[in-house]
Protein backbone atom coordinates (compact mmCIF):
# COMPACT_ATOMS: atom_id res chain seq x y z
CA UNK A 1 0.00 0.00 0.00
CA UNK A 2 2.41 2.25 1.41
CA UNK A 3 4.30 1.41 -2.06
CA UNK A 4 2.29 2.29 -4.67
CA UNK A 5 1.24 5.36 -2.25
CA UNK A 6 4.38 7.03 -2.59
CA UNK A 7 5.08 5.72 -5.97
CA UNK A 8 1.83 7.63 -7.36
CA UNK A 9 2.43 11.17 -5.02
CA UNK A 10 6.54 11.11 -6.85
CA UNK A 11 6.12 9.82 -10.12
CA UNK A 12 2.73 10.62 -10.94
CA UNK A 13 0.90 13.28 -9.29
CA UNK A 14 3.07 16.11 -10.44
CA UNK A 15 0.21 18.64 -11.02
CA UNK A 16 2.63 21.70 -9.73
CA UNK A 17 -0.51 23.28 -8.49
CA UNK A 18 -2.70 20.80 -6.68
CA UNK A 19 -3.12 20.36 -3.01
CA UNK A 20 -3.43 16.53 -4.07
CA UNK A 21 -1.61 15.04 -1.32
CA UNK A 22 -4.61 14.36 1.06
CA UNK A 23 -2.97 12.16 4.14
CA UNK A 24 -5.01 12.31 6.43
CA UNK A 25 9.81 41.77 33.50
CA UNK A 26 12.29 39.46 35.42
CA UNK A 27 11.82 36.45 38.18
CA UNK A 28 11.46 38.17 41.26
CA UNK A 29 12.70 36.09 44.17
CA UNK A 30 11.04 38.18 47.19
CA UNK A 31 7.38 37.29 48.17
CA UNK A 32 6.25 40.64 47.15
CA UNK A 33 5.40 40.75 43.10
CA UNK A 34 5.35 43.82 41.04
CA UNK A 35 0.98 44.81 40.64
CA UNK A 36 1.44 46.68 37.73
CA UNK A 37 3.26 47.05 34.33
CA UNK A 38 3.41 50.86 32.52
CA UNK A 39 4.02 50.91 29.27
CA UNK A 40 4.21 53.55 26.56
CA UNK A 41 1.68 53.07 24.16
CA UNK A 42 3.86 54.07 21.41
CA UNK A 43 6.29 51.22 22.20
CA UNK A 44 3.62 48.84 21.07
CA UNK A 45 3.92 49.61 17.90
CA UNK A 46 5.54 47.62 15.45
CA UNK A 47 9.31 48.34 14.99
CA UNK A 48 11.16 48.56 11.94
CA UNK A 49 14.59 48.22 13.34
CA UNK A 50 16.99 45.49 13.97
CA UNK A 51 18.79 45.59 17.41
CA UNK A 52 22.10 45.42 16.64
CA UNK A 53 22.94 44.38 20.24
CA UNK A 54 21.52 41.93 21.37
CA UNK A 55 23.40 38.85 22.78
CA UNK A 56 21.64 36.62 19.71
CA UNK A 57 23.73 38.93 17.11
CA UNK A 58 27.03 39.32 19.44
CA UNK A 59 27.68 35.77 20.48
CA UNK A 60 28.87 33.45 18.05
CA UNK A 61 28.35 30.20 19.51
CA UNK A 62 24.39 30.92 19.43
CA UNK A 63 22.41 30.15 16.95
CA UNK A 64 19.98 33.11 16.08
CA UNK A 65 16.25 33.15 16.34
CA UNK A 66 14.69 35.69 14.16
CA UNK A 67 10.44 36.51 13.31
CA UNK A 68 10.11 35.98 9.96
CA UNK A 69 8.17 39.27 9.59
CA UNK A 70 10.25 41.69 12.35
CA UNK A 71 13.29 43.38 10.67
CA UNK A 72 15.90 41.49 12.12
CA UNK A 73 14.66 38.41 9.33
CA UNK A 74 16.47 41.00 6.24
CA UNK A 75 12.97 39.94 4.95
CA UNK A 76 10.82 42.71 5.35
CA UNK A 77 12.23 44.88 2.61
CA UNK A 78 10.82 40.91 0.36
CA UNK A 79 7.79 41.63 -1.53
CA UNK A 80 7.44 38.13 -1.54
CA UNK A 81 7.64 38.03 2.04
CA UNK A 82 3.49 38.69 2.91
CA UNK A 83 2.31 39.92 6.22
CA UNK A 84 -0.46 38.34 7.26
CA UNK A 85 -3.01 40.17 9.31
CA UNK A 86 -3.40 40.04 13.37
CA UNK A 87 -6.41 38.23 12.31
CA UNK A 88 -5.21 35.49 9.89
CA UNK A 89 -2.08 34.95 12.69
CA UNK A 90 -4.31 34.36 15.45
CA UNK A 91 -6.49 31.74 12.91
CA UNK A 92 -3.34 29.66 12.61
CA UNK A 93 -2.64 29.52 15.70
CA UNK A 94 -6.04 28.78 16.71
CA UNK A 95 -5.34 25.61 13.73
CA UNK A 96 -2.26 25.04 15.99
CA UNK A 97 -3.98 24.36 19.54
CA UNK A 98 -6.92 22.51 18.24
CA UNK A 99 -4.26 19.93 16.83
CA UNK A 100 -2.77 19.91 19.54
CA UNK A 101 -5.76 18.74 21.55
CA UNK A 102 -7.40 16.45 19.52
CA UNK A 103 -3.61 14.81 19.11
CA UNK A 104 -3.48 14.94 23.26
CA UNK A 105 -6.94 13.82 23.49
CA UNK A 106 -7.21 11.62 27.18
CA UNK A 107 -8.53 8.71 24.70
CA UNK A 108 -5.60 8.70 22.79
CA UNK A 109 -3.04 9.19 25.38
CA UNK A 110 -4.48 5.80 26.65
CA UNK A 111 -5.16 3.73 23.78
CA UNK A 112 -3.62 4.59 20.76
CA UNK A 113 0.22 6.09 19.88
CA UNK A 114 -0.36 9.36 19.52
CA UNK A 115 1.45 10.06 15.95
CA UNK A 116 -1.11 7.65 14.35
CA UNK A 117 -3.58 10.60 14.58
CA UNK A 118 -3.64 13.86 11.88
CA UNK A 119 -0.76 15.89 12.11
CA UNK A 120 0.04 19.12 14.03
CA UNK A 121 -0.41 22.18 12.64
CA UNK A 122 2.36 24.19 12.21
CA UNK A 123 0.56 27.31 13.66
CA UNK A 124 2.06 30.98 12.80
CA UNK A 125 5.29 29.34 12.14
CA UNK A 126 6.79 32.85 13.19
CA UNK A 127 10.58 31.71 14.45
CA UNK A 128 13.30 30.91 12.76
CA UNK A 129 17.10 29.55 12.82
CA UNK A 130 19.13 29.47 10.36
CA UNK A 131 21.12 25.38 9.76
CA UNK A 132 23.90 24.73 7.55
CA UNK A 133 23.64 21.84 5.51
CA UNK A 134 26.39 19.71 3.51
CA UNK A 135 29.58 20.20 3.01
CA UNK A 136 30.35 22.89 2.04
CA UNK A 137 27.47 23.97 3.81
CA UNK A 138 24.45 25.82 3.08
CA UNK A 139 22.82 28.12 5.26
CA UNK A 140 18.77 27.35 5.51
CA UNK A 141 16.27 29.21 7.57
CA UNK A 142 13.78 26.35 9.42
CA UNK A 143 10.89 27.22 11.81
CA UNK A 144 12.03 25.71 14.38
CA UNK A 145 9.58 23.51 16.30
CA UNK A 146 9.23 22.29 19.98
CA UNK A 147 6.64 19.56 19.36
CA UNK A 148 7.29 17.42 16.01
CA UNK A 149 10.43 15.46 15.26
CA UNK A 150 11.09 15.05 11.55
CA UNK A 151 13.83 18.25 10.35
CA UNK A 152 13.29 18.55 6.17
CA UNK A 153 15.00 20.91 3.98
CA UNK A 154 13.39 21.32 0.18
CA UNK A 155 15.89 19.62 -2.03
CA UNK A 156 16.59 19.36 -5.29
CA UNK A 157 16.00 18.41 -7.94
CA UNK A 158 12.37 18.77 -6.55
CA UNK A 159 11.17 15.78 -8.14
CA UNK A 160 7.51 16.25 -7.77
CA UNK A 161 7.15 20.80 -6.32
CA UNK A 162 9.14 22.84 -4.11
CA UNK A 163 7.52 26.30 -3.11
CA UNK A 164 9.25 29.52 -2.86
CA UNK A 165 11.99 29.93 -0.52
CA UNK A 166 14.04 32.70 0.96
CA UNK A 167 17.47 30.70 -0.04
CA UNK A 168 18.92 28.63 -2.82
CA UNK A 169 17.11 25.21 -2.70
CA UNK A 170 19.66 22.58 -1.26
CA UNK A 171 21.27 20.43 -3.43
CA UNK A 172 22.86 17.00 -2.43
CA UNK A 173 24.37 16.38 -5.35
CA UNK A 174 26.88 19.35 -4.81
CA UNK A 175 27.33 18.06 -1.10
CA UNK A 176 30.43 15.65 -0.55
CA UNK A 177 28.66 13.88 2.85
CA UNK A 178 25.35 14.03 1.69
CA UNK A 179 24.16 10.03 2.00
CA UNK A 180 20.61 8.27 1.08
CA UNK A 181 19.26 6.00 3.05
CA UNK A 182 18.06 2.34 1.54
CA UNK A 183 14.85 0.64 2.21
CA UNK A 184 14.34 -1.50 3.68
CA UNK A 185 16.38 -0.65 6.62
CA UNK A 186 16.02 -0.23 10.29
CA UNK A 187 16.25 3.65 10.10
CA UNK A 188 13.71 3.59 7.39
CA UNK A 189 11.30 1.41 9.58
CA UNK A 190 11.66 4.25 11.94
CA UNK A 191 9.46 6.24 10.47
CA UNK A 192 6.38 3.88 10.21
CA UNK A 193 6.99 3.37 14.07
CA UNK A 194 7.53 7.52 15.25
CA UNK A 195 3.87 7.75 13.43
CA UNK A 196 5.15 9.27 10.15
CA UNK A 197 4.47 7.98 6.20
CA UNK A 198 7.16 5.45 5.01
CA UNK A 199 7.68 4.09 1.38
CA UNK A 200 10.36 2.64 -0.39
CA UNK A 201 11.08 3.66 -4.40
CA UNK A 202 11.93 1.44 -7.32
CA UNK A 203 15.54 2.38 -6.73
CA UNK A 204 15.35 1.11 -3.15
CA UNK A 205 16.07 4.86 -1.79
CA UNK A 206 13.68 5.48 1.64
CA UNK A 207 10.85 7.90 1.24
CA UNK A 208 9.09 9.78 3.96
CA UNK A 209 5.99 11.80 4.47
CA UNK A 210 4.89 14.38 6.94
CA UNK A 211 2.01 16.10 7.52
CA UNK A 212 1.49 18.87 9.66
CA UNK A 213 -2.20 19.78 7.61
CA UNK A 214 -3.81 19.23 4.43
CA UNK A 215 -1.37 22.18 2.96
CA UNK A 216 1.64 21.75 4.82
CA UNK A 217 3.45 18.93 3.88
CA UNK A 218 6.93 17.60 3.03
CA UNK A 219 7.49 14.63 1.07
CA UNK A 220 10.61 12.91 -0.04
CA UNK A 221 13.86 10.96 0.41
CA UNK A 222 15.60 10.15 3.95
CA UNK A 223 18.92 10.91 4.21
CA UNK A 224 22.11 11.90 6.03
CA UNK A 225 24.00 15.02 6.04
CA UNK A 226 26.70 16.82 8.23
CA UNK A 227 24.93 19.82 9.68
CA UNK A 228 26.61 22.98 10.73
CA UNK A 229 24.79 24.50 13.65
CA UNK A 230 27.58 27.33 14.50
CA UNK A 231 30.55 27.23 12.49
CA UNK A 232 32.50 25.28 15.51
CA UNK A 233 29.44 23.09 16.17
CA UNK A 234 28.82 20.34 13.80
CA UNK A 235 27.32 17.39 13.53
CA UNK A 236 28.09 14.21 11.06
CA UNK A 237 25.43 11.99 10.15
CA UNK A 238 21.79 13.86 11.14
CA UNK A 239 19.41 12.08 9.63
CA UNK A 240 16.96 14.32 7.81
CA UNK A 241 14.08 14.97 5.05
CA UNK A 242 15.44 15.30 1.62
CA UNK A 243 11.69 17.54 0.53
CA UNK A 244 10.86 15.90 -3.44
CA UNK A 245 7.10 17.51 -2.82
CA UNK A 246 6.74 20.38 -0.38
CA UNK A 247 3.86 22.86 0.98
CA UNK A 248 4.41 25.40 3.64
CA UNK A 249 2.13 28.08 2.65
CA UNK A 250 2.93 29.84 6.81
CA UNK A 251 6.41 29.23 6.88
CA UNK A 252 7.25 32.42 5.61
CA UNK A 253 9.91 30.90 2.46
CA UNK A 254 11.80 29.30 4.97
CA UNK A 255 13.17 26.19 4.23
CA UNK A 256 11.54 23.90 6.03
CA UNK A 257 10.91 22.93 9.81
CA UNK A 258 13.91 21.92 12.42
CA UNK A 259 11.94 19.09 14.43
CA UNK A 260 13.07 19.67 18.46
CA UNK A 261 10.27 17.81 19.77
CA UNK A 262 10.97 13.96 21.60
CA UNK A 263 11.16 11.14 19.31
CA UNK A 264 13.73 9.29 17.61
CA UNK A 265 13.87 11.69 14.77
CA UNK A 266 13.94 15.01 16.54
CA UNK A 267 17.65 16.57 16.91
CA UNK A 268 17.49 17.13 20.09
CA UNK A 269 17.70 12.84 20.68
CA UNK A 270 20.10 12.43 17.66
CA UNK A 271 22.65 14.61 19.01
CA UNK A 272 21.97 13.23 22.77
CA UNK A 273 25.39 11.64 22.85
CA UNK A 274 26.59 15.68 22.42
CA UNK A 275 24.49 17.97 24.11
CA UNK A 276 22.56 14.90 26.65
CA UNK A 277 19.35 16.46 25.32
CA UNK A 278 19.44 19.56 27.11
CA UNK A 279 18.38 22.60 24.91
CA UNK A 280 17.53 26.24 25.38
CA UNK A 281 15.86 29.37 23.40
CA UNK A 282 15.38 32.59 23.90
CA UNK A 283 12.33 34.36 22.29
CA UNK A 284 13.00 37.51 21.92
CA UNK A 285 11.05 40.45 23.57
CA UNK A 286 10.56 42.71 21.17
CA UNK A 287 9.92 42.13 17.29
CA UNK A 288 13.03 44.21 16.89
CA UNK A 289 15.35 41.97 18.06
CA UNK A 290 17.01 38.63 17.44
CA UNK A 291 16.66 35.32 20.27
CA UNK A 292 19.36 32.46 20.32
CA UNK A 293 18.74 28.77 20.40
CA UNK A 294 21.10 27.05 21.82
CA UNK A 295 22.59 23.43 22.30
CA UNK A 296 24.23 21.16 25.64
CA UNK A 297 24.18 22.64 29.26
CA UNK A 298 26.89 24.67 29.31
CA UNK A 299 26.92 28.88 30.21
CA UNK A 300 22.88 28.62 31.46
CA UNK A 301 22.29 31.64 33.27
CA UNK A 302 22.89 31.38 37.07
CA UNK A 303 19.15 32.74 37.33
CA UNK A 304 17.51 29.96 36.25
CA UNK A 305 14.31 27.91 38.23
CA UNK A 306 13.46 24.17 37.00
CA UNK A 307 10.24 23.00 37.16
CA UNK A 308 9.89 19.18 36.93
CA UNK A 309 8.89 17.72 33.34
CA UNK A 310 5.62 16.29 33.86
CA UNK A 311 5.46 12.18 33.71
CA UNK A 312 1.91 12.74 31.53
CA UNK A 313 3.07 13.21 28.09
CA UNK A 314 6.04 11.10 28.07
CA UNK A 315 6.14 8.61 24.65
CA UNK A 316 4.77 11.74 23.10
CA UNK A 317 6.95 14.75 21.01
CA UNK A 318 5.36 17.22 23.55
CA UNK A 319 7.25 18.71 26.89
CA UNK A 320 4.67 18.89 29.57
CA UNK A 321 5.32 20.54 33.13
CA UNK A 322 2.98 21.31 35.95
CA UNK A 323 1.33 24.43 36.44
CA UNK A 324 -0.31 25.12 40.26
CA UNK A 325 -1.53 28.35 39.86
CA UNK A 326 -2.10 32.22 38.22
CA UNK A 327 -1.34 35.29 39.74
CA UNK A 328 -3.17 38.58 38.65
CA UNK A 329 -1.69 42.05 39.72
CA UNK A 330 0.58 40.81 42.59
CA UNK A 331 -1.72 38.48 43.61
CA UNK A 332 -2.42 34.64 43.06
CA UNK A 333 -5.88 33.53 42.64
CA UNK A 334 -5.75 30.30 43.98
CA UNK A 335 -6.94 28.58 41.61
CA UNK A 336 -7.88 24.52 42.47
CA UNK A 337 -4.89 22.63 41.27
CA UNK A 338 -7.45 19.97 39.99
CA UNK A 339 -8.78 22.61 37.27
CA UNK A 340 -4.44 22.29 36.06
CA UNK A 341 -4.05 18.45 36.64
CA UNK A 342 -7.28 17.80 34.50
CA UNK A 343 -5.74 18.67 31.22
CA UNK A 344 -2.13 18.89 31.87
CA UNK A 345 -0.09 21.70 30.34
CA UNK A 346 2.59 21.47 27.71
CA UNK A 347 4.75 24.07 26.38
CA UNK A 348 5.69 24.85 23.04
CA UNK A 349 7.37 26.96 21.05
CA UNK A 350 5.21 27.32 17.86
CA UNK A 351 2.25 27.69 19.32
CA UNK A 352 1.30 31.35 20.45
CA UNK A 353 -1.13 32.54 23.07
CA UNK A 354 -1.55 30.84 26.36
CA UNK A 355 -4.70 28.16 26.11
CA UNK A 356 -6.10 27.93 29.30
CA UNK A 357 -8.65 25.45 31.15
CA UNK A 358 -11.88 27.34 31.24
CA UNK A 359 -12.12 27.81 34.73
CA UNK A 360 -8.88 29.52 35.01
CA UNK A 361 -9.46 31.47 32.20
CA UNK A 362 -12.70 32.91 33.78
CA UNK A 363 -10.49 34.10 36.93
CA UNK A 364 -7.47 35.40 35.39
CA UNK A 365 -9.87 37.23 33.30
CA UNK A 366 -12.49 38.40 35.76
CA UNK A 367 -9.68 39.50 38.03
CA UNK A 368 -7.73 41.39 35.02
CA UNK A 369 -10.95 43.03 34.04
CA UNK A 370 -11.45 44.19 37.66
CA UNK A 371 -8.27 45.82 37.30
CA UNK A 372 -8.63 47.15 34.47
CA UNK A 373 -11.65 49.78 34.51
CA UNK A 374 -10.23 52.71 33.73
CA UNK A 375 -9.81 51.96 30.47
CA UNK A 376 -12.91 51.51 27.75
CA UNK A 377 -13.30 48.30 26.55
CA UNK A 378 -13.30 47.57 22.60
CA UNK A 379 -14.61 44.69 21.12
CA UNK A 380 -13.75 40.79 20.96
CA UNK A 381 -11.14 40.08 18.25
CA UNK A 382 -11.06 36.36 16.65
CA UNK A 383 -10.33 34.23 19.84
CA UNK A 384 -9.49 36.77 22.34
CA UNK A 385 -12.33 38.18 24.14
CA UNK A 386 -11.12 40.65 26.61
CA UNK A 387 -10.23 43.88 24.53
CA UNK A 388 -9.33 47.50 25.63
CA UNK A 389 -9.33 50.53 23.35
CA UNK A 390 -6.08 52.26 23.87
CA UNK A 391 -6.65 55.40 22.01
CA UNK A 392 -7.16 58.02 24.71
CA UNK A 393 -3.82 57.08 26.44
CA UNK A 394 -0.48 57.46 25.85
CA UNK A 395 0.55 55.03 28.76
CA UNK A 396 -1.38 52.04 29.47
CA UNK A 397 -0.89 50.56 33.04
CA UNK A 398 -2.05 46.50 33.74
CA UNK A 399 -1.78 44.28 36.01
CA UNK A 400 0.93 41.66 36.19
CA UNK A 401 0.48 38.39 35.28
CA UNK A 402 2.23 35.51 36.77
CA UNK A 403 2.48 31.63 36.00
CA UNK A 404 3.37 29.41 39.43
CA UNK A 405 4.85 25.97 38.47
CA UNK A 406 5.74 23.21 40.42
CA UNK A 407 8.10 23.15 42.52
CA UNK A 408 7.99 26.90 43.36
CA UNK A 409 8.73 28.31 40.65
CA UNK A 410 6.77 31.69 39.69
CA UNK A 411 7.58 32.99 36.00
CA UNK A 412 6.24 36.33 35.87
CA UNK A 413 5.45 37.65 32.23
CA UNK A 414 6.88 39.64 29.94
CA UNK A 415 5.27 43.07 30.21
CA UNK A 416 4.68 42.53 26.10
CA UNK A 417 3.26 39.08 26.89
CA UNK A 418 -0.23 40.53 28.58
CA UNK A 419 -2.07 42.37 25.59
CA UNK A 420 -2.06 41.31 22.13
CA UNK A 421 -2.56 44.01 20.02
CA UNK A 422 -4.50 44.40 16.63
CA UNK A 423 -4.57 48.28 16.84
CA UNK A 424 -3.95 50.71 19.84
CA UNK A 425 -7.82 50.86 19.66
CA UNK A 426 -8.10 47.04 20.18
CA UNK A 427 -5.85 45.35 22.76
CA UNK A 428 -6.73 41.74 23.92
CA UNK A 429 -5.81 39.74 26.86
CA UNK A 430 -3.33 37.37 24.96
CA UNK A 431 -4.88 34.29 26.90
CA UNK A 432 -7.15 32.54 24.98
CA UNK A 433 -10.16 29.93 26.49
CA UNK A 434 -9.65 26.01 25.65
CA UNK A 435 -12.95 24.49 24.88
CA UNK A 436 -13.35 21.18 27.08
CA UNK A 437 -11.76 21.34 30.87
CA UNK A 438 -9.66 18.21 29.77
CA UNK A 439 -7.81 20.16 26.93
CA UNK A 440 -4.68 20.54 27.55
CA UNK A 441 -3.29 23.83 28.52
CA UNK A 442 -0.96 25.23 26.10
CA UNK A 443 2.08 27.71 27.12
CA UNK A 444 2.49 29.98 23.95
CA UNK A 445 5.19 31.93 22.89
CA UNK A 446 4.14 35.03 23.51
CA UNK A 447 4.17 34.30 27.14
CA UNK A 448 8.06 32.79 26.89
CA UNK A 449 9.12 36.32 25.24
CA UNK A 450 12.04 37.69 27.21
CA UNK A 451 12.55 34.46 29.11
CA UNK A 452 15.47 31.81 28.35
CA UNK A 453 13.04 28.63 28.31
CA UNK A 454 15.66 25.41 29.08
CA UNK A 455 14.52 22.00 28.21
CA UNK A 456 16.58 19.56 30.21
CA UNK A 457 14.91 15.92 29.30
CA UNK A 458 17.80 14.26 30.35
CA UNK A 459 16.99 15.38 34.14
CA UNK A 460 13.48 15.40 33.23
CA UNK A 461 13.45 19.15 34.07
CA UNK A 462 12.16 22.56 32.25
CA UNK A 463 13.72 25.70 33.36
CA UNK A 464 12.95 29.47 33.17
CA UNK A 465 15.64 32.58 33.34
CA UNK A 466 14.21 35.61 33.15
CA UNK A 467 16.29 38.36 31.60
CA UNK A 468 18.36 36.44 30.03
CA UNK A 469 18.16 37.44 26.69
CA UNK A 470 19.77 40.60 26.25
C1 LIG B 1 -8.23 21.33 4.13
O1 LIG B 1 -9.04 21.10 5.27
C2 LIG B 1 -9.95 22.15 5.52
C3 LIG B 1 -10.68 21.88 6.84
O2 LIG B 1 -10.34 20.68 7.39
C4 LIG B 1 -10.94 22.25 4.36
O3 LIG B 1 -11.88 23.29 4.60
C5 LIG B 1 -10.16 22.56 3.09
O4 LIG B 1 -11.02 22.56 1.98
C6 LIG B 1 -9.08 21.50 2.86
N1 LIG B 1 -8.24 21.97 1.76
C7 LIG B 1 -7.89 21.20 0.75
C8 LIG B 1 -7.03 21.81 -0.29
O5 LIG B 1 -8.25 20.03 0.69
C1 LIG C 1 -7.79 56.35 28.82
O1 LIG C 1 -8.47 57.12 27.82
C2 LIG C 1 -9.89 57.15 27.96
C3 LIG C 1 -10.46 57.87 26.75
O2 LIG C 1 -9.86 59.14 26.60
C4 LIG C 1 -10.27 57.82 29.28
O3 LIG C 1 -11.69 57.78 29.44
C5 LIG C 1 -9.62 57.05 30.42
O4 LIG C 1 -9.86 57.70 31.67
C6 LIG C 1 -8.10 56.95 30.20
N1 LIG C 1 -7.56 56.06 31.23
C7 LIG C 1 -6.47 56.36 31.92
C8 LIG C 1 -6.07 55.41 32.99
O5 LIG C 1 -5.82 57.39 31.71
Known sequence: MAISFFFFLLLLCSSKNSYGFQPKTTIIETKDLPRVHT????SLLPSTVCKSSSKAISEKSLIKIVNKHGPCSGLSQDKANIVPSHAEILRQDQARADSIHSMLSSNSLEKTSLQDKPGISIGTGKYQV?????LPNTKLSLVFDTASQLTWT??????????????????PLKSSSYVGIR?????????SSEGMQKGCSTKSACIYGVTYTNTTFSVGFLAQETISLTSSDVFQGFVFGCGQRNRFPNGGRAAGVLGLGRGWFSIISQTSNKYHKVFSYCLPSSEASAGYLKFGDGNLPSSIKFTPMSKLFEGTNYYGLDIVDIGVGGERLSIDRSVFSSSGTVIDSASLITRLPPAAYSRVRRSFVAKMTNYPTAPKFENLGTCYDFSGNSTVEMPTITLYFDGGVEMPIDARGILYFNKISQACLAFAKNNEDDDVM?????????YEVVYDEANGRVGFAAGACS
Open 39 to 42: LQTT
Open 130 to 134: GIGFG
Open 154 to 171: QCQPCSVYCYDQKEPIFN
Open 183 to 191: CPSATCNRI
Open 442 to 450: IVGNFQQKG
